[in-house]
């Protein structure tokens, strides 16, 4: 079985610039999570789907952030413009209804703002 | 809010040795919780899920307890080994399937 697949693995940018990055889940899953993972702490969760609509997207710097996912398999996290403090790794997991508690992530993006 | 603490925030321990990795929640409403395993550059691996009707789980050298009434979670890893090294997070499942969790406890095995 395929995991959750994520690229690109590594991004640099300069301050004020964009960036994307996609996440293809495991077949099948329905729900699907963005993290974001700041150096020496915990995942926080940015957004989370199910299937194409958000279930919750309370920690989501809307200003700046803003995530799809339009057939509910695949999903794009976008940043613009970046930030000095938006330098983290970006998870990307997936669950299916059918098992919620089992999340899978995939090995995420880095991003680093210069 | 839910708050995840994880101590300590560092650990470094000769092969061999047996120890404890603790986790404090605020909230004691939660529906589960699980410990994750992350190594460096890669995503987080499931170790262990304990639900909330539960006190402990175990998988091989690894024992995780909960107390919810107290906030509490301890991860017991027996007779520690190199390839244990990794940060091992602590994440508190809420309504919706929410994760929160702590920041990990980084921890080294020496040969």
């Known amino acids: 079985e395929a995991g959750v697949a994520q690229s690109p693995r590594y991004k640099i940018i300069e301050k004020r610039q964009s960036v994307a990055f996609w996440c293809n889940p495991i077949s099948g899953h329905a729900t699907l999570y963005w993290y974001q993972q700041i150096l020496g702490q915990g995942p926080k969760l940015l957004i989370q789907?199910?299937?194409?609509?958000?279930?919750?997207d309370s920690q989501l710097p809307k200003d700046r952030f803003s995530a799809e996912r339009l057939k509910g398999v695949d999903s794009t996290l976008k940043i613009q413009p970046a930030k000095l403090e938006d330098s983290a790794v970006y998870l990307c997991?997936?669950?299916?209804?059918?098992?919620?508690?089992?999340?899978?992530f995939g090995e995420g993006s880095w991003l680093t703002v210069v | 809010k839910q708050e995840v603490t994880q101590i300590p925030a560092a650990l470094s321990v000769p092969e061999g040795e047996n120890l404890v990795l603790n986790c404090s929640f605020t909230d004691s409403a939660i529906y589960n919780l699980q410990w994750f395993r992350q190594d460096p550059g890669k995503g987080l691996t499931s170790l262990l899920l304990i639900q909330s009707s539960q006190r402990e789980q175990t998988s091989g050298r690894l024992n995780a307890s909960l107390d919810k009434s107290s906030g509490r979670s301890t991860l017991y890893i027996a007779a520690s080994q190199p390839g244990d090294s990794a940060t091992y997070l602590c994440?508190?499942?809420?309504?919706?399937?929410?994760?929160?969790f702590g920041g990990g406890t980084r921890l080294m095995v020496k040969p």
């Open positions: 789907f199910q299937n194409n609509g958000v279930v919750d």
């Open positions: 997991a997936s669950s299916s209804l059918q098992a919620r508690n089992t999340i899978y």
């Open positions: 994440a508190v499942g809420g309504a919706g399937n929410m994760l929160t």
